[in-house]
């Protein structure tokens, strides 16, 4: 005589998925000097340390340039088009940083 045991089907959880989240990626060993080099999305937010949705809001009222290129749902920059944002945000941290600054290598007499 056969024995059965029903007992419920182990399920592993399934990994949470975001859509629309995108993930920074490493920028590590790509080539940054060259204009024509493609960024993915996750590349943009690691080179400007932003979130996704971020990203998203400053693209759609004007602040960065939309992706030159979808590859199917996926958004593509060329690093000559990334390069003047960078250095404009750079550029305002650097002068609105410095405002209000203090200088500790003054003696104050």
Do not use: C
């Amino acid at each position: 005589m056969a024995i059965t045991i029903n007992r419920p089907a182990i399920i592993s959880p399934a990994k949470k998925s975001y859509p629309g989240n995108t993930k920074p990626r490493s920028v590590q060993g790509m080539l940054l000097d060259d204009d024509r080099t493609w960024l993915r999305a996750g590349h943009v937010l690691t080179l400007l340390g932003i979130s996704s949705p971020t990203l998203y809001r400053r693209i759609n009222s004007g602040k960065f340039p939309p992706p030159d290129e979808m590859r199917g749902k996926h958004p593509y920059w060329r690093v000559g088009t990334v390069r003047p944002y960078i250095k404009s945000e750079v550029e305002s941290e650097i002068v609105g940083g410095s405002q209000g600054a203090i200088n500790h290598d003054q003696e104050t007499i």
